[in-house]
């Protein structure tokens, strides 16, 4: 069976840092992004990685503070969110495919695997 689990989000102050994990199990997948969504937007690409070759894709609102990066041994791919503000408050999901790998430009949907979310809360 097909799992993706997010963990990681909380609360934080604008400036401030967080980690979120997503654990893949049940699959082999050759990229996986980042989306989120906050309440009455449309949701939207984070970063992207190819799991295989290591290239990094990122959303133009969080180029330079946000990075992704993965843990291949324990499956877990992993999103450092630095400088965090306000705007940056959604609910964050992993997703995942194989073969073709979606561009982080869309929504999302051309994404088969998605994770259950996580919240992240940032106060100014």
């Known amino acids: 069976e097909v799992h993706l689990v997010e963990s990681g989000g909380g609360s934080v102050q604008a400036g401030g840092s967080l980690r979120l994990s997503c654990e893949g199990s049940?699959?082999?997948?050759?990229?996986l992004a980042w989306f989120r969504q906050a309440p009455g937007k449309e949701r939207e690409g984070v970063a992207l990685l190819y799991t295989i070759g290591g290239t990094k894709k990122y959303g133009d609102s969080v180029k330079g503070r946000f990075t992704i990066s993965q843990d291949r041994a324990k499956n877990i791919v992993y999103l450092d969110m630095n400088s965090l503000k306000p705007e940056d408050s959604a609910m964050y999901y992993c997703?995942?495919?194989?073969?073709?790998?979606?561009?982080?430009?869309?929504?999302?949907?051309?994404?088969?695997?998605w994770g259950q979310g996580t919240q992240v809360t940032v106060s100014s």
């Open positions: 049940g699959f082999a997948y050759n990229c």
């Open positions: 997703a995942a495919n194989r073969g073709y790998c979606p561009p982080i430009t869309t929504r999302g949907d051309e994404y088969k695997f």
